[in-house]
């Protein structure tokens, strides 16, 4: 018996690169840096900033910087390829507790906007934190890796814009952070 596909189709979602996002300092609230430029992306229809069942697409640097995972670069041998962004001298480690970050950013994003939006972390197109989206399934794995994609396809891969947003995707997101 073939294996049926719950994904849903997104043919009708879009992507919205967020431009302007502040410099991220160890110890930051990211939901409130990214707020003011989120509340600023026009989209094609005219409407601003984010509905709370969009899913906000952030790069794992902006959370790394956020929870102080500098280290002086030749300390460890491990560290992030990427030095864009990254004062002489210094380096990242990757995020820890992926998952607990993403829904520590969608509470803040929810207290903002209202609603429950969904939160992916991406490293390297591979999100490390999801919130308010089933991730344990092969069908939430699928619709993940699509968004991330399209991510990557709207912002082009470019540290400028580390973070997206995506609108039109139905019947994905969870009321709780975690399943």
């Not at 509905?51 to 910087?65: M, Q, W, Y």
């Not at 969904?118 to 092969?138: F, R």
Request: net charge negative; aromatic share 4%; proline share 6%.
């Amino acid at each position: 018996m073939p294996h049926e596909n719950n994904a849903p189709e997104l043919a009708s979602v879009i992507c919205q690169a967020v431009p302007n996002i502040p410099m991220v300092a160890s110890g930051d609230d990211l939901a409130a840096v990214v707020a003011a430029p989120i509340a600023r992306v026009r989209w094609e229809n005219g409407t601003c900033g984010m509905r709370g069942t969009d899913i906000v697409v952030i790069s794992s640097k902006l959370v790394a910087k956020a929870q102080g995972r500098w280290f002086r670069f030749g300390e460890r041998p491990s560290g992030f390829v990427s030095r864009s962004g990254i004062p002489a001298g210094l380096d990242l480690d990757p995020v820890i507790e992926g998952d607990a970050e993403a829904a520590k950013i969608r509470r803040g994003l929810t207290a903002r906007f209202g609603g429950r939006p969904g939160v992916i972390i991406s490293s390297d197109g591979v999100g490390i934190g999801v919130a308010g989206m089933d991730h344990t399934t092969s069908d939430g794995l699928t619709i993940i890796a699509q968004l991330l994609a399209l991510h990557r396809r709207e912002t082009g891969g470019k540290e400028m814009f580390p973070l997206s947003l995506i609108r039109g995707v139905v019947d994905v997101l969870t009321w709780e952070d975690c399943p």
